[in-house]
């Protein structure tokens, strides 16, 4: 095992992962339990690394043509928060944000991140089955410190004064737009209900 093997992971990953600092970032900005969504992130994530490593000695949990339909989960959870958002301004002054509910629950940020993660078993696969078990214990404990460092930088753009008061002013309603839109996309690329 040579050294470079840490690059190629920590590259590997942070392309497969790029779109989850957004979303990071908007969960961090729903308000206060942020050990939720980082218990979150890791439980999702474990869940990809699973997934991954299992299909890389030959065992397969889904089947492939399974995996669009993950996009169901992101879809359902943006729906549900613009559900919440539309009766909060329902009851409320439009010029004045909804109250913060918490922040989302630990299996709600996992879902969506194992449902996200839905394209990054199709490229860690490959990858896992090719490296060896030396090289894929490598890339496990390269991904699972870089899910820590994907949590820092969500909660950093989250709290960036900037884009703290946009996300305080819109998060609420940009929350529910892109996991709607997530899903719709996982759905649509994968092919799911003949899209």
């Known amino acids: 095992m040579n050294a470079g093997i840490f690059g190629q992971a920590a590259g590997?990953?942070?392309?497969?992962?790029?779109?989850?600092i957004v979303i990071l970032a908007l969960f961090f900005a729903q308000g206060s339990g942020h050990l939720r969504i980082v218990l979150g992130q890791?439980?999702?994530?474990?869940?990809?690394?699973?997934?991954?490593?299992?299909?890389?000695?030959?065992?397969?949990?889904?089947?492939?043509s399974a995996v669009p339909y993950l996009g169901l989960l992101p879809l359902a959870l943006g729906l549900k928060a613009a559900w919440q958002v539309w009766r909060d301004r329902a009851g409320g002054d439009?010029?004045?944000?909804?109250?913060?509910?918490?922040?989302?629950?630990?299996?709600?940020?996992?879902?969506?991140?194992?449902?996200?993660?839905g394209d990054n078993i199709g490229v860690y696969v490959p990858v896992f089955a090719t490296s060896g078990t030396s090289g894929?214990?490598?890339?496990?404990?390269?991904?699972?410190?870089?899910?820590?460092?994907?949590?820092?930088?969500?909660?950093?753009?989250?709290?960036?004064?900037?884009?703290?008061?946009a996300l305080?002013?819109?998060?609420?309603?940009?929350?529910?737009?892109?996991?709607?839109?997530?899903?719709?996309?996982?759905?649509?690329?994968?092919?799911?209900?003949?899209?």
């Open 12 to 20: 590997l990953f942070a392309v497969t992962n790029i779109d989850d």
């Open 136 to 165: 894929m214990t490598v890339y496990v404990i390269v991904f699972l410190v870089l899910v820590a460092v994907w949590c820092l930088a969500g909660r950093f753009f989250a709290t960036r004064p900037l884009i703290a008061r």
């Open 42 to 64: 890791y439980i999702g994530f474990a869940g990809i690394l699973v997934v991954a490593v299992a299909a890389a000695f030959g065992a397969t949990f889904l089947p492939e």
């Open 168 to 195: 305080s002013r819109w998060g609420h309603i940009l929350l529910p737009v892109v996991l709607i839109g997530l899903g719709v996309v996982i759905l649509v690329e994968g092919g799911a209900f003949g899209l």
């Open 94 to 117: 439009e010029d004045d944000p909804p109250a913060r509910s918490g922040g989302p629950k630990a299996l709600e940020v996992a879902a969506v991140t194992f449902a996200n993660g």
